[in-house]
């Protein structure tokens, strides 16, 4: 009965949706900020943002940025809202298919005629019904080990490779920088053989440099010479190439190679919205429990995206991922931290 139900609850959620929203995001209310918390208001049309207050966060569409995407803020590397450092888009694989689904670049069935698939978010895995992003989900702050955290869900509508699938956002009160991604299929969906998470705009922040067990690894290495406006290829690393800790999580960590946004000089036409100017962070990928399949992989671009525009300094890291065969509810945590990679590293071997 629930295989039917969903394509109909689809149906009508098109039906009351599909123009998408018509009110301008800075008319919508903003966000509550709590103690530890910022959440999306209540009692009317509110943006849809979570995360810490002195932290890291997530947002939705219609906050700036396309759709098909989560918008991630760091305003603690005076980059404020609603700038966006980086996003996270699905691309999930079903079982038996190569064509990873892209959740940014397909159309939508729900909002007709709009690239990007439809997000919204949810309090529970149980609230899959389509909304239309104007009246998001607070989230559940609860204890958990002793510890508070915000949860929230985010669904995407069904991909064109028929994959449906949904992921569960934690934060937790004493790890400012980061969150959990814990990736799922909707209830009867079809098997996946892979669901990547995958940071998508490593362009903005120009990440040139991965820290490895065996050493550092440049992108105007890995892809030395490379001139074209499109994606490099991926290039992969195994697991035991990553950064442990002693517990054995698996570290896969990316930086720039500059010390000083203030000083880039930018081609005439490079659009605004790539010009970062705050400060200087670590991004990275850890898994708890790596498997023995568990790969680091990154696509490099030499090119802004949609644009001829090159990137000041060369080619850099645009997506940056982790990919391990799918098990329903196989958690992630993704962070970017205002500390050097070499103090990172420093505090993993701790």
Do not use: C
């Not at 644009?307 to 000041?312: D, K, M, Q």
């Amino acid at each position: 009965m629930k295989r039917l139900l969903f394509p109909l609850l689809l149906m009508l959620s098109g039906l009351l949706y599909g123009q998408g929203s018509t009110i301008p995001w800075q008319q919508l209310l903003p966000p509550d900020t709590m103690a530890t918390w910022v959440q999306p208001g209540q009692g009317k049309p509110a943006m849809p943002v979570w995360g810490h207050v002195n932290g890291i966060r997530i947002g939705l569409d219609p906050l700036p940025g396309p759709r098909g995407l989560i918008r991630i803020y760091t305003p603690y590397l005076d980059y404020p809202f609603p700038e966006v450092m980086n996003f996270i888009a699905f691309e999930p694989i079903p079982k038996g298919q190569e064509q990873r689904g892209f959740s940014e670049l397909e159309m939508s069935n729900i909002h007709p005629g709009k690239r990007g698939k439809h997000f919204w978010s949810a309090n529970s895995a149980t609230d899959s019904l389509p909304l239309d992003g104007l009246n998001p989900a607070r989230g559940i702050v609860e204890e958990i080990n002793g510890e508070q955290t915000l949860t929230v869900y985010i669904f995407s509508e069904p991909f064109d490779n028929g994959a449906k699938v949904y992921t569960r956002i934690r934060f937790f009160a004493s790890r400012p920088y980061e969150f959990e991604l814990a990736t799922y299929t909707y209830e009867g969906a079809q098997a996946l053989d892979y669901f990547i998470a995958t940071a998508t705009m490593g362009n903005k922040a120009r990440l040139r440099t991965l820290f490895l067990e065996d050493g550092q690894q440049s992108s105007l290495a890995l892809w030395p010479d490379y001139k074209d406006i499109h994606f490099t290829p991926h290039a992969y690393f195994s697991q035991q190439r990553m950064l442990r800790d002693k517990k054995g999580r698996a570290y896969f960590i990316a930086a720039p190679d500059e010390t000083d946004y203030r000083n880039t000089v930018y081609s005439a036409a490079t659009h605004s919205h790539w010009k970062y100017r705050g400060k200087r962070a670590t991004q990275y990928w850890i898994k708890n429990t790596p498997s023995e399949q568990l790969k680091g992989l990154v696509t490099g671009r030499f090119t802004y995206w949609a644009s001829r525009e090159p990137i000041p300094g060369g080619v850099s890291i645009e997506n940056f991922e982790m990919k391990e065969p799918f098990t329903s509810g196989e958690t992630y945590v993704f962070g970017i931290t205002p500390l050097s990679p070499e103090a990172l590293i420093r505090q993993i071997k701790q």
